[in-house]
């Protein structure tokens, strides 16, 4: 009788422990046109504590974002892949952008390399998109080089408006914003006539 006690208290304490290590996630939310809103912050508590956050794409743009469980039928017919679906098991975790959308993020004045060696630099995720598509720049300021993400209407707006900065789409060139675009270098220039 006694074992019997031990083993059904051991028994409660490891369901509890489990249970304890399987919160319910909150996730943001969004789908479809929504996500491309930058204004809209929606948040989605998962129904189930073995859920997780999801982001899913179609190249660089949002279709939706939120609890695994909610994925619309017709995006779960969808054959996925790796670069189509961003999993993930932390509270409000889904903010990434697609991982075949990769940009060198650096500023010279921190980092050396960001100016004349950027293809030394690891590409790394954007945050999601709230544009319909996510461009890599580059922007020379002075004597500072900028490398990042434009994810945002009004950041590419902005890069398209300035003529020391250059867009690029990473889903069409792996570190497209590596290349040197200094005055001087015809490399420069031809790269600006492929984005502009």
Same mark, same amino acid.
């Given at each position: 009788? !006694?074992?019997?006690?031990?083993?059904?208290?051991?028994?409660? +304490?490891?369901?509890?422990?489990?249970?304890?290590?399987?919160? *319910?996630?909150?996730?943001?939310?969004? @789908?479809?046109? =929504?996500? =491309?809103?930058?204004?809209?912050?929606?948040?989605?508590?998962? +129904?189930?504590?073995?859920?997780?956050? +999801?982001?899913?794409?179609?190249?660089? @743009?949002?279709?939706?974002?939120?609890?695994?469980? @909610?994925?619309? #039928?017709?995006?779960?017919?969808?054959?996925?892949?790796?670069?189509?679906?961003? !999993?993930? $098991?932390?509270?409000?975790? $889904?903010? +990434? &952008?697609?991982? !075949?959308?990769?940009? *060198?993020?650096?500023?010279?004045? !921190?980092?050396?390399?960001?100016?004349? $060696?950027?293809?030394?630099?690891?590409?790394?995720?954007?945050?999601?998109?709230?544009?319909?598509?996510?461009?890599?720049?580059?922007?020379?300021? &002075?004597?500072?080089?900028?490398? &990042?993400?434009?994810?945002? @209407?009004?950041?590419? =707006?902005?890069?398209?408006?300035?003529? #020391?900065? %250059? %867009?690029?789409?990473?889903?069409?060139?792996? #570190?497209? #914003?590596?290349? $040197?675009?200094?005055?001087?270098?015809?490399?420069?220039?031809?790269?600006?006539?492929?984005?502009?």
């Amino acid at each position: 009788m !006694k074992d019997t006690a031990i083993l059904i208290t051991l028994a409660l +304490v490891c369901l509890a422990g489990h249970a304890a290590g399987n919160s *319910i996630l909150t996730c943001h939310s969004c @789908e479809g046109a =929504q996500c =491309q809103r930058s204004s809209l912050h929606k948040e989605q508590k998962c +129904v189930d504590s073995l859920d997780y956050c +999801v982001t899913v794409f179609a190249e660089a @743009e949002v279709l939706f974002k939120g609890c695994s469980l @909610e994925i619309p #039928n017709a995006l779960r017919a969808r054959s996925p892949d790796s670069h189509s679906i961003h !999993k993930c $098991n932390t509270d409000r975790c $889904n903010t +990434v &952008g697609s991982a !075949k959308h990769a940009c *060198i993020q650096c500023d010279s004045s !921190k980092d050396s390399n960001c100016d004349q $060696n950027a293809a030394a630099l690891e590409a790394a995720r954007c945050a999601a998109p709230t544009a319909p598509n996510s461009y890599c720049y580059v922007k020379t300021s &002075g004597s500072t080089t900028l490398r &990042g993400c434009a994810t945002t @209407e009004s950041d590419q =707006q902005s890069c398209l408006g300035d003529a #020391n900065c %250059l %867009l690029c789409s990473p889903g069409d060139i792996w #570190n497209c #914003n590596a290349v $040197n675009i200094s005055a001087t270098t015809t490399l420069g220039n031809r790269f600006t006539r492929f984005l502009r």
